[in-house]
């Protein structure tokens, strides 16, 4: 774990714009028309609308997606009273989370009152700005009446997180970390540390669970908290033991099965550990410092079960794993409040989650191989990119059988589609190439079957139902990987290209290509000695039908792979060139890139065929092309080098298709940017249309475009390469690659391989006016 100083805190939050979060338009602002559709005369029809109806106000204002940070700074952190004004940088960073987790907007709200009635009336007065209410850092037992009262008196979500969601969050690991030691809840007894309010919720909700009042113990600075104490408060009351036998934690600890801390660091000694059952589960929750350290805990129990608030640790309670969510789903449903239901219902969510296989994504970001649901792994990370699906729906659903839904769901695979594309997990153009794929699965070779992202993209290109994969590589060693990796390989097959049982299908390949290439000074000796090669041997089986798409690239140099590309499968007839296009997906549409990886420095004729291969390509996602021609000058400035080259290619396009929507040669601003365009140029053929195409006249810039949009902006995916230009379906990979890369390309080979079928099959010679995928 990195060690946070103050003066880096300090640089983070005072650098540049001070604070963590701005408040950014959602609709067009730069015309007089735009300014007087969002305010003065426009405004007006909203207003009254919502006026009519106050419930309008979720359908014409932000109010469905934003959440209010209220604080008054009296129990901040581990710092205490520290006050409202000293909080902000907590409610600042609380609304960088719901953003980031849970796409939801936040006013963070610092209320400078200590007295709970005053508080709650300020709080009452705002609340029709928000969807929801987040109450923060409020000290108990004051924090207690304010949220009962709010709850009650409010008709929007209002949840004191410190207290539910470490409660929630608690709950979901206390279910897993039983079900790997073999209890149940209902069984097992509990020593609680802690007496504030988070301690309070989350013992309220092990209950609603199962566990039983007569089998829990909670202790706070005075130790066990006692029915024959004094002086207790309604709630120490509710949870006072009727044992007389225990008077230390230490003796509350004697024969638990669980200790749930929620108080103060190191104050739970190995001792106490050892005195407990077997498989003792420990969540060590106070932060900084925990109430044990991991490796103290270990020391003294190797069958322990532990959890801690620390990123450093297996394990971490963390409430940024339930509050975006929770507050997601009940937005969502424009629910009236946040109940009982909803919060076990998150829990249960979380719970499950770990329990299935973990994400590419997650196991690369923590590096480590996979993880494993047991005693390492029973509570799902904080990136995990299902949480915002799987519980956020957990919620809402709840929220509808519970009868607090104003707004029912009712198209779930819509939802949980919405959600993902909210995130940026999935774009709807990616969905569409999954349903369309699916729609006919195809054999799909993958060449480096022994690489880990390769054999796990083909295993879940398998379970999304559009590939049947076919994996080249040491047949001994890939069923040991997909073994170690947890991977079900049926319907998989694995063909070892160098084994003796391949000798006969390396013998007919290197025939077929022998005689396709024997005026090119192939022999077949030649020929049967690259059918060693997974490449060679790959392709052959597209070329010969035995499969119908091959993916490649994790391990081999591009140009190597080219070469053989052309020597096996060849260039489609009416090209001479083929090349590369990248899909990018981002908040202002999604853009076509070519070439991206093949053509180094294309002449005339190169640049045309790119040109030609990339409208079709287009047109082959079912979008009309509207393409710009690129360059660093704008439509005949400068007359040598480059742009001369471009200009050539636009005007021999116009000339070829006279309809076609494109121009150039331009700058990349005035490509993006239409209202700039259409006021400089407005001779173009572009006036009033939107770029969608974009021609880069080297692969140096179209290469490092695409890339710099990827690395630079979280809004941004991108799907590729796409080949363009070969006979068959061949795509190409690179090591960069991740799991879900290699998943977009093979859905892209797919669709591929389903329109040269009907090609070859229906409309020969004629891919361009084949679509597939619907917009």
Same mark, same amino acid.
């Given at each position: 774990?990195?060690?946070?100083?103050?003066?880096?805190?300090?640089?983070?939050?005072?650098?540049?714009?001070?604070?963590?979060?701005?408040?950014?338009?959602?609709?067009?602002?730069?015309t007089?028309?735009?300014?007087?559709?969002?305010?003065?005369?426009?405004?007006?029809f909203?207003?009254?609308?919502?006026?009519?109806?106050?419930?309008?106000?979720?359908?014409?204002?932000?109010?469905?997606?934003l959440?209010?940070?209220?604080?008054?700074?009296?129990?901040?952190?581990g710092?205490?009273d520290?006050?409202?004004?000293?909080g902000?940088?907590?409610?600042?960073?609380?609304?960088?989370?719901?953003?980031?987790?849970?796409?939801?907007?936040?006013?963070?709200?610092?209320? +400078?009152?200590?007295d709970?009635?005053k508080?709650?009336?300020?709080?009452?007065?705002?609340?029709?700005?928000?969807?929801?209410?987040?109450?923060?850092?409020?000290?108990?037992?004051?924090?207690?009446?304010i949220?009962?009262?709010?709850?009650?008196? $409010?008709?929007?979500?209002?949840?004191?997180?410190?207290?539910?969601?470490?409660?929630?969050?608690?709950?979901?690991?206390?279910?897993?970390?039983?079900?790997?030691a073999?209890?149940?809840?209902?069984?097992?007894?509990?020593?609680?540390?802690?007496?504030?309010?988070?301690?309070?919720?989350?013992?309220?909700?092990?209950?609603a669970?199962?566990?039983r009042?007569?089998?829990?113990?909670?202790?706070?600075?005075?130790?066990?908290?006692?029915t024959?104490?004094?002086g207790?408060? /309604?709630?120490?009351?509710?949870?006072?033991?009727s044992?007389?036998?225990?008077?230390?934690?230490?003796?509350?600890?004697?024969?638990?099965?669980?200790f749930?801390?929620?108080?103060?660091?190191?104050?739970?000694?190995?001792?106490?550990?050892?005195?407990?059952?077997?498989?003792?589960i420990?969540f060590?929750?106070?932060?900084?410092?925990?109430?044990? &350290?991991?490796?103290?805990?270990?020391?003294?129990r190797?069958?322990?079960?532990?959890? =801690?608030?620390?990123?450093?640790?297996?394990?971490?309670?963390?409430?940024?794993?339930?509050?975006?969510?929770?507050?997601?789903?009940?937005?969502? @449903?424009?629910?009236?409040a946040i109940? /009982?239901?909803?919060?076990?219902?998150?829990?249960?969510?979380?719970?499950?989650?770990?329990?299935?296989?973990?994400?590419?994504?997650?196991n690369? &970001?923590?590096?480590?191989?996979?993880?494993?649901?047991?005693?390492?792994?029973?509570?799902?990370?904080?990136?995990?990119?299902?949480?915002?699906?799987?519980?956020?729906?957990?919620?809402?659903?709840?929220?509808?059988?519970?009868?607090?839904?104003?707004?029912?769901?009712?198209?779930?695979?819509?939802?949980?589609?919405?959600?993902?594309?909210l995130?940026?997990?999935?774009t709807?153009?990616?969905?569409?190439?999954?349903? =369309?794929?699916?729609?006919d699965?195809?054999?799909?070779?993958?060449?480096?079957?022994?690489?880990t992202?390769?054999?796990?993209?083909?295993?879940?290109?398998?379970?999304?139902?559009?590939?049947?994969?076919?994996?080249?590589?040491?047949?001994?060693?890939?069923?040991?990987?997909?073994?170690?990796?947890q991977? +079900?390989?049926?319907? @998989?097959?694995?063909?070892?290209?160098?084994?003796?049982?391949?000798? +006969?299908?390396?013998?007919?390949?290197?025939?077929?290509?022998?005689?396709?290439?024997?005026?090119?000074?192939?022999?077949?000796?030649?020929?049967?000695?690259?059918?060693?090669?997974?490449?060679?041997?790959?392709?052959?089986?597209?070329e010969t039908?035995?499969?119908?798409?091959?993916?490649?690239?994790?391990?081999?140099?591009?140009?190597?792979?080219?070469?053989?590309?052309?020597?096996?499968?060849?260039?489609?007839?009416e090209y001479?060139?083929?090349? =590369?296009?990248?899909?990018?997906?981002?908040k202002?549409?999604?853009?076509?890139?070519?070439?991206t990886?093949?053509?180094r420095?294309?002449?005339?004729?190169?640049?045309?065929?790119?040109?030609?291969?990339?409208?079709?390509?287009?047109?082959?996602? +079912?979008?009309?092309?509207?393409?710009?021609?690129?360059?660093?000058?704008?439509?005949?400035?400068?007359k040598?080098?480059?742009?001369?080259? @471009?200009?050539?290619?636009?005007?021999?396009m116009?000339?070829?298709?006279?309809?076609?929507a494109?121009d150039g040669?331009?700058?990349?601003?005035?490509?993006?940017?239409k209202?700039?365009?259409?006021?400089?140029?407005?001779f =173009?053929?572009?006036?009033?249309?939107?770029?969608?195409? $974009?021609?880069?006249?080297?692969?140096?810039?179209a290469?490092?475009?695409?890339?710099?949009?990827?690395?630079?902006?979280d809004?941004?995916?991108v799907?590729?390469?796409?080949?363009?230009?070969?006979?068959k379906?061949?795509?190409?990979?690179?090591?960069?690659?991740?799991?879900?890369?290699?998943?977009?390309?093979?859905?892209v080979?797919?669709?591929?391989?389903i329109?040269?079928?009907?090609?070859?099959?229906? @409309?020969?010679?004629?891919?361009r006016?084949l679509k597939?995928? /619907?917009?």
């Amino acid at each position: 774990m990195v060690k946070i100083t103050k003066e880096a805190a300090l640089t983070y939050h005072a650098q540049g714009r001070p604070g963590k979060i701005e408040v950014v338009p959602t609709k067009p602002y730069r015309t007089q028309t735009d300014l007087s559709l969002a305010y003065s005369p426009g405004v007006a029809f909203p207003c009254l609308e919502i006026q009519e109806n106050p419930h309008e106000a979720y359908k014409y204002t932000s109010k469905g997606n934003l959440v209010a940070v209220i604080s008054n700074g009296t129990a901040v952190l581990g710092l205490g009273d520290i006050g409202a004004m000293s909080g902000k940088p907590v409610m600042e960073g609380k609304g960088l989370l719901f953003k980031i987790y849970g796409g939801i907007d936040v006013f963070d709200i610092e209320i +400078n009152e200590k007295d709970p009635d005053k508080f709650i009336e300020v709080v009452k007065r705002i609340a029709p700005t928000f969807g929801g209410i987040n109450l923060e850092d409020i000290k108990a037992p004051e924090c207690f009446e304010i949220e009962r009262r709010l709850k009650e008196e $409010l008709d929007i979500p209002v949840m004191h997180d410190d207290q539910h969601g470490t409660a929630i969050v608690s709950a979901a690991g206390l279910l897993n970390a039983l079900d790997v030691a073999g209890k149940k809840i209902e069984d097992v007894r509990i020593v609680v540390s802690g007496a504030g309010a988070a301690a309070i919720s989350c013992t309220r909700l092990y209950c609603a669970f199962g566990a039983r009042h007569e089998n829990i113990v909670m202790c706070d600075s005075k130790g066990p908290i006692r029915t024959d104490r004094p002086g207790l408060t /309604e709630q120490k009351r509710e949870f006072a033991t009727s044992r007389t036998d225990v008077n230390t934690l230490a003796e509350a600890l004697e024969g638990a099965d669980v200790f749930v801390g929620l108080s103060k660091g190191n104050i739970l000694s190995q001792d106490m550990v050892r005195s407990m059952s077997d498989h003792p589960i420990i969540f060590a929750l106070a932060n900084p410092e925990p109430e044990i &350290t991991y490796e103290d805990a270990m020391a003294a129990r190797p069958d322990v079960l532990m959890s =801690t608030g620390r990123t450093d640790y297996p394990n971490q309670i963390n409430n940024v794993i339930v509050f975006p969510y929770i507050f997601r789903g009940a937005l969502d @449903v424009a629910s009236s409040a946040i109940n /009982e239901e909803m919060k076990m219902a998150a829990a249960r969510a979380i719970a499950e989650l770990a329990r299935r296989p973990v994400p590419d994504i997650v196991n690369r &970001t923590y590096d480590v191989r996979k993880f494993e649901y047991g005693p390492d792994y029973f509570i799902p990370k904080p990136i995990d990119p299902r949480l915002i699906t799987e519980v956020s729906m957990a919620v809402a659903k709840a929220a509808m059988d519970s009868g607090v839904a104003r707004r029912p769901i009712k198209d779930w695979k819509a939802y949980k589609q919405q959600l993902r594309e909210l995130m940026g997990q999935e774009t709807k153009f990616t969905q569409n190439l999954y349903d =369309t794929a699916r729609s006919d699965p195809k054999r799909v070779v993958y060449a480096e079957g022994t690489h880990t992202t390769m054999l796990q993209a083909a295993v879940k290109a398998k379970e999304e139902g559009f590939c049947k994969p076919i994996l080249l590589g040491n047949v001994d060693r890939i069923y040991k990987l997909a073994n170690d990796l947890q991977l +079900n390989m049926d319907g @998989v097959e694995v063909i070892d290209l160098r084994r003796d049982d391949q000798a +006969n299908r390396r013998h007919r390949y290197a025939h077929i290509l022998a005689e396709k290439k024997q005026r090119e000074g192939y022999t077949y000796q030649e020929a049967n000695d690259k059918m060693y090669e997974r490449n060679y041997f790959g392709m052959m089986m597209v070329e010969t039908g035995e499969a119908d798409a091959f993916i490649t690239g994790l391990y081999t140099k591009y140009s190597n792979t080219i070469k053989v590309a052309e020597e096996v499968i060849g260039i489609q007839p009416e090209y001479k060139h083929f090349g =590369t296009m990248h899909i990018i997906n981002s908040k202002k549409g999604t853009f076509f890139v070519a070439d991206t990886l093949i053509n180094r420095h294309p002449d005339l004729e190169t640049l045309l065929d790119i040109t030609k291969l990339s409208a079709d390509t287009v047109r082959f996602f +079912n979008r009309t092309p509207v393409m710009a021609m690129l360059s660093y000058s704008n439509f005949g400035t400068d007359k040598a080098g480059s742009p001369t080259v @471009v200009h050539e290619v636009v005007r021999r396009m116009q000339e070829e298709f006279p309809h076609l929507a494109i121009d150039g040669e331009m700058q990349l601003n005035f490509a993006l940017d239409k209202t700039l365009r259409d006021d400089k140029y407005p001779f =173009t053929r572009l006036k009033g249309l939107d770029v969608n195409t $974009l021609i880069f006249p080297c692969l140096n810039s179209a290469n490092s475009s695409y890339k710099m949009l990827k690395t630079m902006s979280d809004d941004v995916s991108v799907i590729g390469p796409i080949q363009m230009g070969l006979n068959k379906p061949i795509h190409f990979t690179d090591f960069e690659s991740s799991v879900d890369d290699i998943v977009n390309i093979t859905a892209v080979a797919v669709l591929d391989a389903i329109v040269e079928e009907r090609r070859i099959c229906i @409309v020969p010679q004629d891919r361009r006016k084949l679509k597939v995928v /619907e917009s």
